[in-house]
């Protein structure tokens, strides 16, 4: 993929070193882009590179960076300004979760989540996009979840909240950017093989739920991005998924509440 001026368009994912952000650096450098892969796990992000490099010749920036620091955003903002890379489309997937019930998590935890999961998502955004608009040109894919489209849950207190906001988001900066050609797009999965569910200790649970339920990190992220290509605003992945945001949409909450597995409707 190049733009007019025959330079090939640049893609930035959070969360690049793992799971769905894996996956679309994956789907972006078969399109043809370059990356900017940003994440913790630096050699990850290296071996990434490589492969991305020998299999479609992307070249990928990596950049290793806790989006819990409130610094990140504006450092990583500033180092690819410093190497003269735009950024094009932006992936807004880093993220974890807090499994606690409120009253049992430490606060720390909690503000740590808001950091990486609302403030950071919000902060990249403000920075790239009036790059985006100079150049009349943006993509942007905010990583939610089906918990967004659902009532609030018993445990992950915070998650849904802020899924939801990334939907907010997303709606809102297209109002906004309506007439331009940048377009912001948000994904909702559900449960996706990924090592998220290892991490928040919930895999022996979620194991219980039926095959049909599961989706494959790389078929969130290739159907995201052909959303996004749509011009689709709020996007489900999967069958499954969308009758189930169907049904969240139709059923009182306090039915939707009582149903067994509200702690778990949580993905990366």
Same mark, same amino acid.
Request: hydrophobic residues 40%; charged residues 20%.
């Given at each position: ?51 991305? /490099? ?169 159907? /995201? ?6 011009g689709t605003v709020v996007f489900v992945p999967g069958f499954a998924n969308r009758m189930l945001a169907g049904a969240a949409s139709?059923?009182?909450? /306090? ?14």
């Open positions: 993929m190049v733009d007019s001026g025959n330079r090939r368009r640049t893609a930035l994912v959070t969360g690049a070193s793992a799971g769905i952000g894996k996956a679309f650096a994956q789907v972006f450098a078969e399109d043809g882009l370059d990356l900017v892969l940003v994440a913790r796990r630096k050699e990850r992000l290296e071996e990434l590179a490589n492969e991305l /490099s020998k299999s479609h010749g992307a070249a990928s920036t990596v950049i290793e960076a806790d989006l819990a620091d409130p610094e990140a955003p504006q450092q990583i903002f500033e180092r690819l300004q410093a190497d003269g890379v735009d950024v094009d489309i932006l992936v807004n997937n880093a993220g974890f979760g807090v499994p606690e019930d409120y009253k049992d998590s430490q606060w720390a935890d909690q503000a740590r989540f808001m950091q990486v999961m609302a403030t950071a998502p919000a902060h990249l955004t403000h920075l790239f996009l009036p790059g985006m608009i100079e150049r009349n040109y943006g993509r942007f894919i905010n990583v939610s979840s089906l918990a967004a489209l659902f009532p609030g849950m018993a445990g992950h207190t915070l998650y849904s909240g802020v899924k939801s906001f990334l939907v907010k988001l997303s709606q809102s900066l297209n109002l906004e950017l309506e007439g331009s050609d940048i377009h912001a797009s948000v994904t909702c999965p559900g449960f996706t093989y990924t090592e998220y569910h290892d991490v928040i200790r919930t895999r022996e649970s979620v194991s219980q739920y039926p095959e049909y339920m599961w989706m494959s990190a790389e078929d969130v992220a290739r159907q /995201s991005y052909e959303a996004l290509k749509a139709l059923l009182p909450e /306090s039915l939707i509440g009582k149903l067994g597995g509200t702690r778990q409707i949580v993905s990366p």
